[in-house]
Structures are given as structure tokens and as C-alpha cells.
């Protein structure tokens, strides 16, 4: 065989194995495109990726940069109980389908492209967590739904950073309701007390600091009734790494 043909078959072998991780098309409208494990030239423009300069918090991204460490309104007023959340993509008219597509639609062939985002997102909170858990869903949900799309993105994340991923670190008590349409208040609500520490692995917890993993942040109630858990059962600090979050006005820079 010559070095082409080596060359050649290597490529393919290669193509066939990135073929296996990711879905052979676009991520967002399955257009093919020629790497796996993207967006396509019509899709990539379209969302809005979240890059510095952000809140020192909650993430939420600023139209101008005025300095380090800048937090945003929200936070100064309610810090959150998580140290830093970080995200992706803004989740908007362009990103929602591909999302919801993940999140309902059984895509989970999108997790492993979704996870190589988040794993460059989220560099600095990576490296500083010792453990990487995703939110639970109720076992119900679970039955219901046959994945927790949170805990597949954990255990991708996870295999990219080499840090362990513990997916039972946190447990649901009840189900809840959707948190779809409610108000920051409801949601709030709704998931008060829904978190405990899961007391097989209460000795894990103890100093460590966790990277608690999520598809999307909206008001980040779910995240901080999770990190109140996880802090009250003996961790450091709770650092939050999400696909995508919401962005509103209301957040702006002090
Ligand atoms: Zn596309
Ligand atoms: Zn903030």
C-alpha cells in the first residue's frame, strides 16, 4: 500500500470514528457539512456565543468592558449561592430548537459537540473543580424522558477535562413542575428544598469543589437550589457550567 493510500485510509478511519461521536451534519439544521461535530456556514453566525466581558458571577455578558471583576445588577443585589456560572450560547430564536431538539426530541447525538463548547467555555472553572455532577432529573422524569440530558453533557465535559464526573453526587427529593413558564419567583419556589446530597457519597463532598453541569440557565434557581445542597453537605465552592442561558436587560453592569 502506498503513503497515500495510507494517508487515505487513516482519513477515513478518523472520519469514521468523529462519524460515531458526532452527527455527520450540522448540529442545528443537519445540512452536511464537511467536520463533524459543528454548525454549518448559514447556522454558525446566527447564535449569539458568550465571550468576555461578562458578570464575575452570574456570566451574564456586557455590551462593553469596563474593567475587571465587573458584577452585573442582579447579582449585587441577590448574590447567587454558586461561586461563577459560565455558558455557551444565549438562548434565543436561533438557538432554541437546536436545544430543545437535544433536550426532547431523543438528539442526544448532539451531546458530544454541545460538551466540546462547554469544555472551552468553561476552561477556568474546570480547572479549578474537583468534581464534575450534572442536575438531577426525578427518577420519574427519567423513566419518562430515558436520559438526563444534563448528565450525558457532565460525563462528556468530564471525559474532555480528565476530571471525574460523580452523576449521582445530588438527588431529587419530589418532582417538580417544568419550570417552563413560570416566573423567577414560582421557579424559585419549586425547587426549594428539591435538592440533598445523596448520603452514599456525603463523604465525597467534604472540601471539594464542584462543577455542577446544566443544558440551560434561566433564572438560575434550579443551579442554586442545587449548589445550597451540595454547599450545606460539605462542599468548598459550586462553580455552574451551562450549554446556553438566558440573557435579559434587566442584568446590566454597576
Ligand atoms: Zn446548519
Ligand atoms: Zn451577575
Not at 435538592?195 to 434561566?218: S, Y
Request: with cysteine; aromatic share 6%; hydrophobic share 40%.
Amino acid at each position: 500500500m502506498s503513503i497515500s493510500d495510507t494517508t487515505r485510509l487513516l482519513a477515513q478511519i478518523q472520519k469514521t470514528a468523529l462519524d460515531a461521536i458526532f452527527p455527520p451534519g450540522c448540529v442545528n439544521c443537519a445540512e452536511p457539512i464537511d467536520t463533524p461535530g459543528n454548525l454549518c456556514a448559514q447556522c454558525w453566525p446566527e447564535m449569539t456565543y458568550i465571550s468576555a466581558p461578562f458578570c464575575e458571577m452570574c456570566g451574564f455578558p456586557f455590551e462593553y468592558d469596563a474593567g475587571d471583576g465587573l458584577i452585573c445588577a442582579a447579582c449585587l443585589k441577590r448574590p447567587p449561592v454558586f461561586s461563577r456560572a459560565r455558558a455557551v450560547l444565549k438562548y434565543d430564536e436561533s438557538s432554541r430548537n437546536m436545544i430543545l431538539g437535544y433536550k426532547h426530541s431523543d438528539q442526544t447525538n448532539r451531546a458530544p459537540t454541545f460538551a466540546n463548547w462547554m469544555h472551552r467555555a468553561g476552561v477556568d472553572l474546570i480547572g479549578d473543580c474537583d468534581f464534575i455532577c450534572p442536575v438531577p432529573l426525578h427518577h420519574r422524569r427519567l423513566i419518562k424522558r430515558r436520559f438526563n440530558q444534563s448528565a450525558l453533557l457532565a460525563k462528556e465535559v468530564a471525559r474532555l477535562a480528565r476530571k471525574p464526573a460523580v452523576h449521582d453526587l445530588v438527588i431529587r427529593t419530589r418532582p417538580t413542575r417544568t419550570q417552563g413558564g413560570l416566573s423567577a419567583k414560582a421557579r424559585h419556589r419549586n425547587v426549594q428544598g428539591v435538592f440533598k446530597v445523596n448520603p452514599a457519597r456525603e463523604a465525597l463532598l467534604e472540601g471539594a469543589r464542584i462543577l455542577l453541569i446544566d443544558d440551560v440557565l434561566t433564572t438560575g434557581a434550579t443551579v442554586n437550589a442545587c449548589s445550597k445542597s451540595l454547599l450545606k453537605g460539605g462542599a468548598l465552592k459550586v462553580d455552574v457550567l451551562t450549554f446556553s442561558r438566558v440573557v435579559r436587560a434587566t442584568n446590566t453592569a454597576i
